[in-house]
């Protein structure tokens, strides 16, 4: 699938591409499972974000397979594995992608690829934001987006811990799924007065931004921390230091080496294979459904992760 140009989700097209290679220190993976997050719809869009590059290019950040063939210098044994990976940014909407061998995760025995795509990203940023806001047992947790990907997790992460989870969603069918999820209470942000129904809170994990996470924000109890980590609305919460400050609460910025993010995506694929989290994934669509795929998550009609089969 080729990013054509920025644009609406039209532009994303099928084509057929000569077959990638393995390089030196590279893997060629057999990819079944696409992973599609929020801002890989901003890119497509042609927003500013983490993303880089200038179309025509394949999109895609996630994938899971099975390693076909290995380039010069790469463990031949890893012919055969069930491997999850980052491409990079780009490369991941298709049958097959080249990608760096040290950056493969091996699926662990007993869980499912298409559940180890699901947790790849979602999994990892979900357990890197929890480890870095050091949440406490008995402490009062909000999760925006709480049906979403990284929100759905959060929610079980949290309950895990000991956490009282506070999940915020928008509309009905998705406080479902936070109920099922084990949401200890569930408001809808679409209605009037949502953060008053919240109640006070110890922590803030603002994936949406905007005035959501600004009303967010103002349930924090005095020594309370809040990340804000997505801006679903279209635009960060813009919490000022000083208005925490004022407020007595801290706005954290988790450090995200290497390091921590391997150990973060590690963890969370031994908790998945054990049965401790389990990712929501709402929605599939074939390969060559991926415009269709951006404009249901752009339109709000997702719950949990969406992904492509190929």
Same mark, same amino acid.
């Given at each position: 699938?080729?990013?054509?140009? !920025?644009?609406?989700?039209?532009?994303?097209?099928?084509?057929?591409?000569?077959?990638?290679?393995?390089?030196?220190?590279?893997?060629?993976?057999?990819?079944?499972?696409?992973?599609?997050?929020?801002?890989?719809?901003?890119?497509?869009?042609?927003?500013?974000?983490? !993303?880089?590059?200038?179309?025509?290019?394949?999109?895609?950040?996630?994938?899971?397979?099975?390693?076909?063939?290995?380039?010069?210098?790469?463990?031949?044994?890893?012919?055969?594995?069930?491997?999850?990976?980052?491409?990079?940014?780009?490369?991941?909407?298709?049958?097959?992608?080249?990608?760096?061998?040290?950056?493969?995760?091996?699926?662990?025995?007993?869980?499912?690829?298409?559940?180890?795509?699901?947790?790849?990203?979602?999994?990892?940023?979900?357990?890197?934001?929890?480890?870095?806001?050091?949440?406490?047992?008995?402490?009062?947790?909000?999760?925006?987006?709480?049906?979403?990907?990284?929100?759905?997790?959060?929610?079980?992460?949290?309950?895990?811990?000991?956490?009282?989870?506070?999940?915020?969603?928008?509309?009905?069918?998705?406080?479902?799924?936070?109920?099922?999820?084990?949401?200890?209470?569930?408001?809808?942000?679409?209605?009037?007065?949502?953060?008053?129904?919240?109640?006070?809170?110890?922590?803030v994990f603002d994936g949406v931004g905007?005035e959501i996470g600004r009303a967010a924000?103002?349930?924090?109890?005095?020594?309370?921390?809040?990340?804000?980590?997505?801006?679903?609305?279209?635009?960060?919460?813009?919490?000022?230091?000083?208005?925490?400050?004022?407020?007595?609460?801290?706005?954290?910025?988790?450090?995200?080496?290497?390091?921590?993010?391997?150990?973060?995506?590690?963890?969370?694929?031994?908790?998945?294979?054990?049965?401790?989290?389990?990712?929501?994934?709402?929605?599939? !669509?074939?390969?060559?459904?991926?415009?269709?795929?951006?404009?249901?998550?752009?339109?709000?009609?997702?719950?949990?992760?969406?992904?492509?089969?190929?």
């Amino acid at each position: 699938m080729w990013l054509t140009k !920025f644009g609406g989700p039209e532009v994303l097209v099928a084509r057929e591409t000569p077959e990638p290679e393995a390089g030196p220190g590279q893997v060629l993976v057999d990819v079944a499972f696409a992973n599609i997050t929020f801002v890989e719809t901003q890119f497509r869009s042609g927003k500013p974000g983490p !993303f880089k590059g200038e179309p025509p290019l394949i999109p895609g950040n996630g994938v899971g397979g099975v390693v076909a063939a290995v380039g010069e210098g790469v463990d031949p044994g890893l012919v055969g594995r069930r491997v999850v990976t980052g491409t990079g940014g780009s490369g991941g909407y298709a049958e097959r992608v080249a990608v760096d061998a040290a950056g493969l995760f091996e699926v662990p025995e007993g869980l499912a690829l298409d559940t180890a795509v699901a947790v790849l990203a979602d999994g990892r940023t979900a357990t890197w934001l929890f480890d870095g806001l050091g949440v406490k047992e008995g402490e009062r947790v909000l999760v925006e987006a709480a049906a979403g990907g990284v929100g759905s997790l959060l929610v079980q992460i949290a309950r895990n811990a000991g956490a009282v989870v506070v999940a915020a969603v928008g509309g009905e069918r998705k406080a479902g799924v936070a109920r099922e999820l084990g949401a200890d209470v569930v408001v809808d942000y679409r209605r009037p007065g949502w953060a008053d129904e919240a109640g006070d809170v110890d922590v803030v994990f603002d994936g949406v931004g905007g005035e959501i996470g600004r009303a967010a924000f103002g349930t924090l109890r005095p020594a309370g921390r809040m990340v804000s980590y997505g801006l679903a609305s279209g635009e960060w919460a813009g919490i000022s230091e000083e208005r925490a400050a004022e407020r007595g609460v801290e706005l954290v910025q988790p450090a995200a080496t290497p390091e921590l993010m391997r150990e973060a995506t590690e963890r969370v694929l031994a908790d998945a294979a054990r049965g401790r989290v389990r990712p929501l994934v709402g929605q599939r !669509f074939p390969l060559e459904r991926a415009a269709d795929a951006h404009a249901a998550i752009e339109s709000r009609a997702t719950v949990g992760k969406t992904l492509l089969e190929v």
